[in-house]
DNA sequence: CCAAAACCGACTGTAAACAGTCGACTTATG
DNA sequence: CATAAGTCGACTGTTTACAGTCGGTTTTGG
């Protein structure tokens, strides 16, 4: 019976803890669990209808996120960002997206690269009337793929593992202040610095526009 | 009669998972694990002396640390790092300390933290007889603590998050190459350029440092 | 002797049950 | 009425038990 879920495609069955790391993944970054919040496992494991045992795997995962944090008596709750946390984040995530930028400029040959990216920026184009969601997932993606396009799986791990934390970020302000401007330019001008092989001017490029987002979420 | 162990200064008493969890750090580490090395959930919980549930939340983090590498069917083993991923990790250090190095740098009262640095440098010199083992933890014990200084939170969870990865290169490296020029010069440099201000020094003498080291690892 | 099918063992995925502890609320007592 | 002791409930930490699946091995039929 459980085996009708095709694996046609390379869409392996996700197991039971994967599929509640994203369910709850969603959930938090959606708001649907609002920071702050105290999370209850056996409330959870009713609602994503696992076990705890099961559950407790995700919540561990989650934990080194960043998305949870741990109270006196191994109490989670839904962490809360302040501005400080925000900048902090943002500013991990300029040394990593730094790095990725210089690693790009080095390679031999950045055909493949310049490509890749170019379409993630037409990806970011064509989302630009879209919602602030979709906006911020492209926007997210081409930022991903930097990373992934370099060829360090840690250098992508770690971004991934602030991934949660990022969007955390951009969804805490995003209520309050409007983070309306994702400037496609911006994105170019990486692109361009990466292709003409200039790594510190593309360094240059990050660090402002690191700058300039996180000046915005906490403005 | 638990509650004899005494929680007299801040020593919590520690959750089984915690537990397991620094034993297992240490087991592979040390090399009783071998990279490569299939690991049995039923074998582990029985020689940990803990239940497969509490044993499954630590070989998740461990998982997400990088020490483990999950096979086909959530098997897991140690993980084997060749020579381009030591390099990988080294490169994201290099990249999270620099920016630490930068961040102190731009702190504007910096007496607090060269002191703390001296200390830790202090720390190196009296290890520089010692063991092997000595040797190496005093000098990550320096790069953490140049990492939590900064104040910055998930910079140093970031830096906490690879250093398994970490000592697992050294290590790796450590039984066929020698390792054994961490010199202590080095690390003054660092702490030099940090005390003048100079930003672009100090991360030029990173940079520098983890190159030398990641070449030292893999040559 | 070879091949295919049935069997078996091992291991992970998952669920359900048990134990301990902390906080809140109630009750008794001066 | 205030305070202290006692009780109740909720939640996490932990263990034990069950189910499914894959790979190897043996057995059986040609």
Known sequence: MAGLTAPLLGLEKKSLREQALSALRTAITSGELAPG?????TELSEMLQISRGTLREALRQLEQEGLLSAGPRGRLSVRHLDEKEIRDIFAVRAALESLAARTLCELPDRQHVT?????????MNETTKGTLKERIES??????????????ETLLHSWESLEGSIRMSIMFAGLEKGVSNMSVDRHREIVTAIDTGDAALARKTILEHMDTAAANLVA
Chains 1, 2 share one sequence.
């Open 37 to 41: 919040r105290h999370l209850v496992e």
């Open 115 to 123: 490509e890749s990216l170019h379409s993630a920026i037409d990806a």
């Open 139 to 152: 926007d997210l993606e081409f930022h991903r793929t930097l990373c992934r396009l370099t060829g360090n």
